[in-house]
T-cell receptor
C-alpha cells in the first residue's frame, strides 16, 4: 500500500526553466491537493481537485498549473521557474466523505537558482 | 477567513514530563480541527482530529487534544513525553462546509530532552 507518492524527491532548476512535479495516490481518493512549505511557515495551498477533470485555485496559485485526468494522478506544472518558487512541495489526498484528514506524500524539495 | 495560530515556535520538555503544544483558531463557522506531525525530511502524518462529539480526542502515539469552543483552542497534549516525540507539529483547521481545505499554523518544534 504505497499511499501518496511524489517524484522527484529533489530538483534544482535554473530561472526560467519548467518542470512537472508528479503525484499519485492509490487509495481511490477523490480530493487531491498541492501545498508548498516555506521555512518557518505553515503549508500554503496552491491548487486542489475534487475529482478527475475538476480543479480549483488555492491561496497561492500564481506561477503554477495543474491537471487531473485520472483519479490517481495530480501533476503540478511550474512554468518559467523563479527563485520565489524555491520551496518544499507536498501533495495530499483525502476521501470524498466520512473523514476529513488528508494523507500526505513525502514531498519534493525544489531549488530555483 | 480561517486562520490558525501556534504561539510557540519551540517547546522544550524533559523526557517523562507532560507536554502541551498550543493552538488557537479563527473561523467563521463550525470548525474541524487537526494535528499533524512532521519528522525531518518526511511528509506530514495525521495525529488526531476533532469533528464533533467529545471535546477530548485521542490520537496516535498517546497524544490527545482538547477542543475548547469558548477559547477557540485545540491544544495538543501527552502525559509523558518521549525523545522520539521530537518533531515539528502543525495544527490545522477547516470549515464543516465547502471544500474543506485545510489552513495550517506555522508549526511548533518540539524537543524532548533526555
Amino acid at each position: 500500500n504505497a499511499g501518496v507518492t511524489q517524484t522527484p524527491k529533489f530538483r534544482i532548476l535554473k530561472i526560467g526553466q519548467s518542470m512537472t512535479l508528479q503525484c499519485t495516490q492509490d487509495m481511490n481518493h477523490n480530493y487531491m491537493y498541492w501545498y508548498r512549505q516555506d521555512p518557518g511557515m505553515g503549508l500554503k495551498l496552491i491548487y486542489y481537485s475534487v475529482g478527475a477533470g475538476i480543479t480549483d485555485k488555492g491561496e497561492v496559485p500564481n506561477g503554477y498549473n495543474v491537471s487531473r485526468s485520472t483519479t490517481e494522478d495530480f501533476p503540478l506544472r511550474l512554468e518559467l521557474a523563479a527563485p520565489s518558487q524555491t520551496s518544499v512541495y507536498f501533495c495530499a489526498s483525502r476521501r470524498l466523505t466520512g473523514t476529513y484528514e488528508q494523507y500526505f506524500g513525502p514531498g519534493t524539495r525544489l531549488t530555483v537558482t | 477567513a480561517q486562520s490558525v495560530a501556534q504561539p510557540e515556535d519551540q517547546v522544550n520538555v524533559a523526557e517523562g514530563n507532560p507536554l502541551t503544544v498550543k493552538c488557537t483558531y479563527s473561523v467563521s463557522g463550525n470548525p474541524y480541527l487537526f494535528w499533524y506531525v512532521q519528522y525531518p525530511n518526511r511528509g506530514l502524518q495525521f495525529l488526531l482530529k476533532y469533528i464533533t462529539g467529545d471535546n477530548l480526542v485521542k490520537g496516535s502515539y498517546g497524544f490527545e487534544a482538547e477542543f475548547n469552543k469558548s477559547q477557540t483552542s485545540f491544544h495538543l497534549k501527552k502525559p509523558s513525553a518521549l525523545v522520539s516525540d521530537s518533531a515539528l507539529y502543525f495544527c490545522a483547521v477547516t470549515l464543516q462546509t465547502g471544500a474543506n481545505n485545510l489552513f495550517f499554523g506555522t508549526g511548533t518544534r518540539l524537543t524532548v530532552i533526555p
